[in-house]
């Protein structure tokens, strides 16, 4: 399926280009705060095989209005963004059957702390519910409720290349 994203800051980070960026930068690394908001569109491109229970596409569009902000002051960034997914029905589900599912509702966080350019750590949680599916007007008894969470390290090589360690955990 094809993922469209749009997405727009709606406070803080103008943009700006070359020199002017690299002043804006300057002046804000003590403290700033930038707030924005997207729409990611999941297009049923796809293919999709009514006969099959398992396919490449979903046969169905996917809506997910999204809102962020993050707060660098220093060394640390604070990210906390949220999000839901509402489906439309895939009338061709398996078997002819219609399948409907809830909206699915994600919030999520991240504390990073940069030691230099390019070396950081960072911890991060998540949490997301909802999405339970009905076929032909019964409940599949299928509600999503999920923890994650992770921590990483961006380690620098040179000053075109680096590596991420991290370790991500999921109940």
Do not use: C
């Not at 999204?66 to 997914?85: A, P």
């Not at 219609?98 to 949680?125: C, K, M, N």
Request: negative net charge.
């Amino acid at each position: 399926d094809t993922l469209l994203r749009f997405a727009v800051n709606l406070y803080g980070a103008p943009p700006l280009a070359g020199q002017e960026f690299m002043d804006y930068r300057r002046a804000m690394q003590k403290e700033e705060t930038i707030v924005g908001m997207g729409l990611q569109i999941r297009v049923p491109t796809g293919e999709y095989f009514e006969d099959k229970l398992i396919n490449l596409g979903t046969n169905r569009y996917t809506f997910t209005p999204q809102f962020g902000v993050v707060h660098n002051r220093g060394k640390w960034s604070l990210e906390v963004s949220s999000s839901v997914s509402f489906y439309t029905e895939n009338d061709e589900f398996f078997g002819g059957k219609l399948l409907e599912e809830d909206p699915y509702f994600v919030v999520q966080g991240h504390l990073i702390h940069t030691f230099r350019p390019g070396l950081w750590a960072g911890l991060s949680a998540g949490y997301g519910y909802g999405g339970e599916s009905t076929i032909d007007g019964v409940s599949a008894n299928d509600r999503k409720e999920n923890y994650a969470w992770g921590v990483s390290v961006g380690i620098p090589v040179n000053a075109d290349f680096g590596f991420k360690l991290g370790y991500i955990g999921a109940r």
